[in-house]
């Protein structure tokens, strides 16, 4: 079982930066892909970023890439979701995610653990 807890969000003008985090309980954090998805009112859960347990190669979504950072620090048993250049449309309730797997990692349903999710607000 893994539990995992975010923190960080914030209200933030635009062009402005925030960075996310998300813990997890468990010995074995350094073998979970970790997940970033999120979720504005109105509008389905999407996909962020995603960093593999195997090798740390990293995903984004069209729209964040260039502008949003997905690390982990696998001593801290932490990742870590780096936002620059934040936009009013990046507004939504960001969760963390684990899973076993390295494929797949858009779909919500390749991940088998959630965060409770952290609200990111930006203003114009």
């Known amino acids: 079982q893994v539990q995992l807890v975010e923190s960080g969000g914030g209200l933030v003008q635009a062009g402005n930066s925030l960075r996310l985090s998300c813990t997890a309980s468990g010995r074995t954090f350094s073998r979970y892909t970790m997940a970033w998805f999120r979720q504005a009112p109105g509008k389905e859960r999407e996909f962020v970023s995603a960093i593999r347990w195997s090798g740390g190669s990293t995903d984004y979504a069209d729209s964040v890439k260039g502008r949003f950072t997905i690390s982990r620090d696998n001593a801290k048993n932490t990742v870590y979701l780096q936002m620059d250049s934040l936009k009013p449309e990046d507004t939504a309730v960001y969760c963390c995610?684990?899973?076993?797997?390295?494929?797949?990692?858009?779909?919500?349903?390749?991940?088998?653990?959630w965060g409770p999710g952290t609200q990111v607000t930006v203003s114009s």
């Open positions: 995610a684990a899973s076993a797997r390295n494929y797949g990692l858009d779909s919500l349903s390749t991940y088998a653990y």
